[in-house]
């Protein structure tokens, strides 16, 4: 199985009259819809569309939806609200503007979306979107046309393999969505619905991508799934390949110098996968293991299945196995029932552990999850306060880990150029977005570059002595 599809329908949407039309898509919500995005908008080439950065220089607009919290689907409608004046103001003019909902929120709400905003065309579920073509073609012919099915078969079997031109473009790093959906179901959220069960790519497919990324160019893969550690797939000579597995396969691939994969959970931190940060040179020391409270009671009543000492035991192995491996996490407050001892407890277990990073959000209550269902739901100005104070804690903690990092010398990824004139943009193992003084000509390979300076976003540092030249090391 190739994973992708070279093929395509003999009908070209994107062309009408000779003119190329235009496809924006904007993305919302998780890495993997970022990756979703770039597919859809590499299935429409082949139908005569290209890219644009603008939705009013668009002829279609797709919003790649996220449903995550209620925040992020509201502001799905206001910008729907702002496309239907857009799309009147064309009419007016005799032109049209195609209107599309994909992702969290489309499979969610459904053909409700029609309902609630009249100016909408498609509606196409996060596993549906390679039959993309096809509604359009349906909306073209004046019927609104929706899909939120999980069909039967594989959506990446029927993805388009983008040119490498339009790789290059995207720059050295690349995400590559490698399991999807998730069967843990969390009380307070929504994946396990709008993303279906948990399934794995088989190996070959992966491979198969990875080798074309890296063909034009890309260094490094940041391998994703909702539940990417519980990743299962099959193996290249047949039975199960695990993520570290896959890990080791991937490193092979020429061209490839780091592995990144996210996100996990502790759950799922198998002694294989621990054992790989120790093992495998390209896996980057940087793991997103997102605990969500501190609070014994709390991950009871959030059913995520591990206690505050398991996650503790779990990070100390890795940090056995690695030890300067950079940890973040997501944190969610004022569950219900959260205490303000609950609350404590969290904030303690980010001082035991320190982390380099991390996400904190307010709990939002979700339709159709049983978290919406608790009673003792915290008032908003409670969860506010305790968010303060928990990123004001993590934030310290980033700053200490940035600042940390001065006077050393790191593996800097060239990924783009910088700033200024003069300065070359990477990341550094832990992730850190580091400026570096130097030319363009190292985009694309790993120099080691001594941190001279941290700023609030960003490290600078300059070339290490004796960096010039040279294959990127593997
Ligand atoms: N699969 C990942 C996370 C997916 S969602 C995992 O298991 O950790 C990303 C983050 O959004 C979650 O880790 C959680 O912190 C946050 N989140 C999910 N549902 C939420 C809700 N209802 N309210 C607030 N935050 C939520
Ligand atoms: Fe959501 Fe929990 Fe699944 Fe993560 S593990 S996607 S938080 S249900
Ligand atoms: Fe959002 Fe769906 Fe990702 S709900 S976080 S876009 S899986």
């Given at each position: ?15 009408e009259?000779?003119r ?37 220089d ?26 239907r ?50 509604l ?24 388009v ?6 790789i290059?473009a ?7 969505t490698v ?32 080798e ?22 099959t ?9 570290a597995a896959?890990c ?16 996990s ?15 495998q ?18 991950l ?19 940090r ?26 969290t ?9 380099a990073s ?5 709990y ?6 049983p ?15 305790r ?44 992730l850190?977005?580091?400026?570096v003084d ?14 001279v300076a ?13 960096a ?7």
């Open positions: 199985m190739s994973g992708f599809d070279q093929t395509h329908d003999e009908t070209c949407l994107g062309s009259a000779g190329k039309r235009r496809v924006h898509v904007h993305s919302y919500g998780c890495q993997m819809n970022a990756y979703d995005s770039q597919r859809m908008a590499d299935l429409l080439v082949p139908e005569g569309y290209s890219e644009c950065t603008d939705a009013q668009a002829d279609l607009v797709i919003l790649n939806t996220c449903h995550i919290r209620e925040h992020a689907a509201e502001k799905v409608f206001s910008e729907l609200g702002r496309l004046a857009l799309k009147e103001r064309r009419a007016a003019t005799g032109a049209d503007l195609t209107i599309v909902v994909a992702g969290c929120v489309a499979q969610a709400e459904g053909e409700e979306i029609f309902r609630r905003q009249k100016a909408v065309d498609v509606i196409i579920g996060p596993q549906a979107y390679h039959r993309l073509p096809e359009l073609r349906k909306a073209g012919s004046g019927h609104r046309a929706a899909d939120t099915e999980f069909p039967e078969e594989d959506k990446f079997d029927h993805l393999a983008p040119r490498p031109a339009r290059r995207r720059g050295v790093g690349a995400f590559v399991q999807e959906g998730c069967d843990k179901f969390c009380s307070f959220c929504v994946v396990p619905y709008t993303r279906g069960a948990e399934v794995s790519r088989p190996v070959a497919a992966i491979v198969a991508e990875v074309r990324l890296a063909c034009a160019g890309v260094r490094e893969v940041t391998l994703l799934g909702q539940n990417v550690n519980a990743y299962h797939g193996a290249e000579r047949g039975g199960t390949a695990s993520l896959l080791a396969r991937l490193a092979k691939v020429e061209g490839i110098v780091r592995i990144r994969y996210t996100t959970h502790p759950n799922d931190m198998t002694a294989d996968l621990v054992a790989a940060h120790r093992d040179p390209a896996l980057m020391p940087y793991l997103h293991l997102p605990v969500q409270s501190g609070s014994d009671g709390v009871a009543a959030m059913n995520r299945k591990h206690r505050r000492a398991d996650y503790l035991d779990l990070v100390a192995d890795i056995r196995a690695r030890n300067d491996i950079a940890l973040s996490s997501d944190f969610i407050v004022g569950f219900p029932g959260e205490t303000e001892e609950d609350f404590t407890d904030l303690d277990l980010v001082e035991t552990i320190g982390f991390s996400f904190s959000f307010k939002s209550p979700r339709p159709g999850t978290g919406a269902e608790l009673p003792h739901q915290v008032a908003d100005d409670v969860k506010a306060v968010l303060a104070r928990l990123q004001a804690c993590l934030e310290r903690q980033r700053q200490a880990f940035n600042h940390a990092t001065v006077g050393r010398t790191l593996d800097v990824l060239f990924e783009k150029k910088g700033r200024h004139d003069g300065q070359i943009a990477g990341k550094s193992p832990y850190q977005a580091v400026q130097a030319g363009q000509e190292l985009i694309g390979e790993v120099r080691p570059v001594e941190i941290a700023g609030p976003n960003s490290l600078f540092g300059r070339l290490a002595r004796g010039g030249g040279g294959a990127p090391p593997r």
